[in-house]
């Protein structure tokens, strides 16, 4: 009998690889943080033993979820700027909010409070775009979740660098300060093609070429901004980016929401991956990104929730159920985008994305423990046929009742085992209270 150090017994596995199969009544076996076997229950008793054991037989067990597009310090400004569409939401609520408030305390107070929602939800993995990501990593580094920071790049000064060179220097020490990181890798992060300038943009590809890094941008948003790019420099955004040298399969295009048929084509061709953000692009009124029409083309789609600002909600349960839903809607047809189909853009997609799916985004032997339980036994969930339809259609992240990452017992019984929730949620109320109070300075001004 081989010993290992952690055996977890479960009523349904879903391994995510093969696809669309359910595994019921098997257990997990873990050692140094890696996958051991996958196997029927009852032969698991035969042949392991664990330090740790769990019997969690009314409960599923998934690959960590992946958010493959987030902005994690901006949790602390949820609920600040709704009911807006996107230009105004970013000129006349959330810059100048984050011009007046944004330093490393806020990243840092705001990404804890991220990590914090997100392990609650089965999240195990995040791609982050914001400002000191350096904080990001330090704190995401002590949370013990994997991430991807971002290595902002924007045309205009800002709390975490004045210019170009800047912000690309103080990403090239964030790169070789977690470069060695078993959780924390880095990716280029330009904002979006109207806020950084092909100069800019070159210079950026050049670092990532160098370091081998994967890129990470906004990109065909809105109507708007592709319009308005158009007029101003005689070609779409995507044109634009394919002439510098940016399509490629390290390339992450976020929203992706204006796409004209051969620009699908040309993405397929050049491997790029595409972050779906639903929930956002529904609330931001900025389009809907026709994941259909990707995934037939052959593109790789995986979800991200974007800012709590703009969601309201790292929820990427949600957003798994909404993206079936609208590509069937899109479609006009109820067979798109299946539940083994999203729930495969929430895990492997976004693994592969990141070009981490050596590492995580399913069931396989060799590969890190990132493991989501979720209690299937309440009346919500019942009666249950199909565990996976249920997962997709029915759950709620509430039900999310344990995580571990890399073999670490993360979420125990829903409670944080190494975030105190308590100082999270004071901070969080500091923050709004000096957030409240700069609002306030200013309408007295006016």
């Known amino acids: 009998m081989q010993h290992l150090d952690i055996l977890i017994y ?16 098997h257990a997990i076996a873990i050692q140094d943080g890696k996958i051991v076997a996958i196997l029927p229950s009852n032969e698991a008793v035969r042949y392991f033993s664990a330090r740790i054991t769990h019997r969690l037989t009314t409960h599923l067990l998934i690959p960590g979820l992946i958010n493959t597009h987030t902005h994690a310090a901006m949790n602390l400004l949820r609920g600040f700027a709704d009911d807006m569409p996107l230009n105004q939401w970013l000129n006349e609520r959330i810059w100048p909010a984050e011009q007046a408030h944004v330093n490393k305390e806020f990243v840092a107070d705001g990404t804890k409070l991220a990590i914090a929602e997100m392990l609650r939800g089965g999240i195990t993995c995040f791609n982050d775009m914001y400002f000191f990501p350096n904080v990001a990593a330090e704190v995401a580094a002590q949370a013990g979740i ?18 170009t060179d800047e912000y690309l220097a ?79 399969s390290r390339f992450m295009a976020v929203h992706a929401t204006q796409l004209k048929n051969e620009e699908i084509n040309l993405l397929a061709n050049q491997g790029v991956n595409v972050i779906h953000c639903p929930e956002s692009n ?6 809907i990104c026709p994941v259909p029409k990707l ?44 539940a083994a189909e999203a729930l495969k853009m ?77 100082d999270i949620k004071t901070k969080t109320h500091l923050w709004r209270d000096k957030i409240l109070a700069t609002m306030e300075s200013k309408k007295d001004e006016e």
């Open 10 to 25: 479960a009523g349904w596995i879903i391994p995510v690889e093969p696809e669309n199969v359910v595994y019921e009544q």
């Open 170 to 248: 103080k990403g090239r020490e964030v790169h070789e300060t977690f470069r060695e990181h078993p959780l924390i890798q880095t990716a280029l992060a330009p904002h979006a093609p109207y806020t950084v300038s092909d100069d800019s943009l070159r210079a950026g590809l050049a670092m990532a070429n160098e370091l081998e890094l994967p890129t990470h941008i906004h990109i065909h948003e809105t109507a708007v901004e592709v319009e308005g790019e158009t007029e101003k420099n005689g070609e779409r955004p995507l044109t634009r980016l394919e002439k510098l040298g940016f399509l490629s």
């Open 295 to 338: 995934l037939r083309a052959g593109v790789n789609v995986a979800l991200g929730t974007d800012g709590a600002a703009s969601n309201d909600d790292l929820d990427i349960l949600g957003e798994m159920r909404t993206a079936a839903l609208l590509a069937k809607i899109f479609n006009k047809d109820a067979s798109t985008v299946p």
């Open 346 to 422: 929430a895990t492997l997609n976004g693994a592969k994305a990141l070009g981490i799916d050596h590492l995580t985004g399913s069931f396989v032997p060799g590969k890190s423990a990132d493991i989501v339980a979720i209690d299937m036994s309440d009346i919500e969930t019942q009666p249950i046929y199909n565990p996976l339809s249920q997962l997709v259609y029915a759950v709620g992240r509430n039900k999310v009742t344990d995580v571990w990452v890399a073999g670490k017992h993360l979420l125990k019984s829903r409670t944080l085992t190494l975030l105190d929730i308590h």
């Open 282 to 287: 529904l609330k931001l009124a900025s389009g």
């Open 146 to 163: 994997r991430a991807t920071v971002g290595l902002i790049l924007v045309d205009f000064p800002t709390a975490w660098a004045k210019d």
